[in-house]
């Protein structure tokens, strides 16, 4: 166990409108050991430049006027010059300084979105994780129900991780590519991962050489990410738009829609138990044209927000969690 007990504290101010919980927190993700919400309130392990932290957000501002206080928690007293790349880093894994007022004003009277606005305007995509860590994500989460994808992960944070105390609670921290690149591929399989054992072993190897660079890559076009990402073992078109949207913020990347979503959306757009993924789209590009995944993206994260509060039978069939 590590005690972070050095605290710093820094302000990030976010371009408006910033909704702090419904960007924070994404209720449609399954929960990990790593982070926890609560209204107001966010706590996150973060392994940066060598040091293991501990990040509590406090929401102190509105959605037109945002404002969140972060405690960094470390072992040791942190540099200024670490600091100030450590609050950097921040506001981009936050999205803090990306403008979607138009996307608010262009879709306030559209009948799909005008009442999921009125609750959740300024919601924007996180990228919490660093970009190794949220395909190890990516990677238990294929061909898997979500309690499966939850223990797959706990059991990699428990063999790998580190447990940190920080703020009166515990959590799991993730590991270094390198940590994985050593061990064999068999004692992947021991933690009852299956082949994506293969696909972790492959993938932290890229990143342990720096084949990927995760900072070089945000500076890249839609294409020119496309294409180094499949690159990666194991990673498929569906994952690529996800990441496109979740950790590069591009609004417009709705190329593909999995089974699961293909079910959900047919039920909430056209109340049928499904319909062609080409329809979907197609409503998309054609209704929300420039921003169709960050309206799928509302939609979505609306119908789960309604379901952590009161339970919608028909979906918690579809998450078995």
Request: proline share 4%.
């Amino acid at each position: 166990m590590i005690k972070l007990n050095q605290k710093t504290i820094i302000i990030l101010t976010p371009t408006a409108p910033y909704n702090f919980d419904g960007t924070i927190h994404k209720p449609s993700h399954f929960p990990s050991s790593d982070n926890v919400w609560k209204k107001g309130n966010y706590w996150i392990t973060m392994l940066w430049q060598g040091k293991c932290l501990g990040l509590k957000f406090q929401n102190k501002g509105t959605v037109s006027k945002p404002k969140i206080e972060v405690i960094i928690y470390s072992k040791d007293v942190l540099p200024e010059n670490y600091i100030k790349g450590l609050t950097t880093e921040l506001e981009w894994r936050f999205n803090t300084q990306s403008d979607i007022s138009e996307f608010n004003k262009k879709f306030r009277k559209d009948k799909f979105l005008c009442s999921i606005l009125i609750r959740w305007a300024g919601v924007k995509p996180v990228a919490a994780n660093s970009l190794y860590e949220t395909l190890v994500i990516y990677i238990v989460l294929q061909n898997a129900t979500v309690r499966r994808s939850v223990q797959m992960l706990e059991n990699l944070f428990n063999q790998y991780g580190q447990k940190v105390e920080f703020d009166g609670k515990t959590f799991s921290t993730f590991w270094r590519p390198e940590d994985l690149d050593s061990v064999s591929e068999q004692e992947l399989r021991d933690l009852k991962l299956g082949y994506r054992a293969k696909f972790l072993k492959r993938l932290s190897s890229q990143f342990a050489i720096g084949e990927i660079d995760e900072f070089k890559l945000r500076e890249m076009t839609r294409e020119e990410i496309k294409k180094e990402m499949l690159k990666l073992y194991g990673i498929g078109k569906a994952s690529v738009e996800y990441l496109l949207f979740e950790d590069f913020y591009k609004y417009d990347a709705l190329e593909t829609i999995p089974p699961w979503e293909q079910k959900i959306m047919s039920k909430l757009l056209f109340d049928k138990p499904l319909v062609p993924t080409e329809k979907i789209l197609q409503f998309f590009r054609k209704r929300y044209a420039g921003w169709e995944k960050l309206a799928f993206h509302y939609i979505w994260e609306d119908l789960f927000w309604k379901h952590k509060n009161q339970k919608i039978e028909w979906l918690e069939k579809e998450i078995r969690l």
